[in-house]
């Protein structure tokens, strides 16, 4: 695809973690559109300010900090060959827009959304793309809004399928920046990982990214760095209590306020962190659900928190914990069996069961399963493919990371943790998730 204007006319932004980043026309054009302005207003991380006080930085920032290190790791695979300069500018362009689709509350709204209609922030950014001004902006400087709605999040049907895995995957930009990022922020200090040494070793091997074999290590390094941003941030029980609560205080307006309704997108595209929280303390009735839904809101913005009353981590082989990400009448029943023995009232007692892969899935969505490692010497080039079961740091912690915590108000702890440990600690967890 030929674009319309040169390389020159861009600006320049200065980013916190990654220095100077120049933007050109198209990219300036996306940028200044309402739709990409909002996120300006939804926290990269929902609530882990809370824990992390540090943690107010925003979707914004991140995207641009994305369409940076993907224009860093196209450059280089640019340079040796595998993709041309107009590839290079659309992978950077893909890689800007890629979390538009986010709403308040990223991953908290995201969980409802899936859970009433089945679709993912991957499908709704799509959309955005084709039907909003993005696409009007894409289409004025010589891009196609389905081409690159697709690309944007890492399902380009291009014959360059690499170029998905430089924006969506186990060595994209999006994994790079938000561990440095997320890191840089909150204070933690795992995910700081030399992330030039990745992306100055890039190569490409059968249409897939590759690396060279001198970087092994530091993929290694990269991978150890997001299993502990998961367990020890993005997990945090404090900040999974916080989006407990936030969640609840959602299903239980989303008939009045349609917050999990994508398909209105004029809608969805003017909520906010902020403006959506007002819009729980402002709906008017009395109905049990919105004094319910404006109690947990009040309790989260004063910061009097559920408290954990039981938790378990698992790491499995297995996708059984997948299986209940979406079942939310598991968890209804969980919370019912527990308001049984213990006579608490169900609407206090919060079941979060947070799941992910301990190694990122691939662009297609797939669990990773190894990569090719390019060895040049002596003139020649040998690939070699290595597996997890060859990685042994990496295999130690491959899988799924499961955790189940029941969180209860302040008044019932004593009575939810015998309980939880009764029903929930004298049987397999395994057997308990898979109901």
Partial sequence: MKVKEPEGNSVTILDPVHGFLRLNQAELAVVDTNVFQRLRFIRQLASAYLAYPGAN????????????????SSGILEEKGYMNYDERRMVRLGALMHDVGHGPFSHVLDELIYERGGESHEDTSQRIIR????????????????????????KSSSKKKFMNELIAGGLSADLMDYLLRDSYYTGAGFGRVTIERIIDSFEVYQDHLALQKDALSTFESLAIARYEMFKSVYFHKTVRAAESMVLRAFQLCDSQLQLSNTKNLELFLKRTDESVIREILALEGNSQEIRKAQELIRGYLSRRL??????KVMLRRERIAEK??????????????????????????????PTTPSVPFTS??????????????????????VSIADLPTVQAISGYMDVLRVYTTSENREKLEKAARKILGTQDYSEKISV
């Fill in 324 to 353: 209940i990400l979406s079942q939310q009448p598991m968890r209804d029943k969980l919370r019912q069996e527990l308001a049984e023995d213990t006579g608490v009232d169900p609407d206090h007692i919060f079941i979060d069961i």
């Fill in 131 to 154: 039907k909003s001004t993005l696409g009007d902006a894409l289409s004025a400087h010589g891009y196609s809004p389905k081409e690159m709605a697709e690309l944007a999040v890492g």
């Fill in 306 to 311: 559920v408290k954990c009353v039981y938790e």
């Fill in 57 to 72: 930085h925003t979707r914004f920032e991140h995207s641009l900090g994305v369409m940076h290190v993907s224009g860093l």
């Fill in 364 to 385: 297609e969505r797939e669990s990773f399963a190894g990569l090719s490692l390019v060895n040049r010497k002596y003139g020649k080039v040998v690939v070699t493919h």
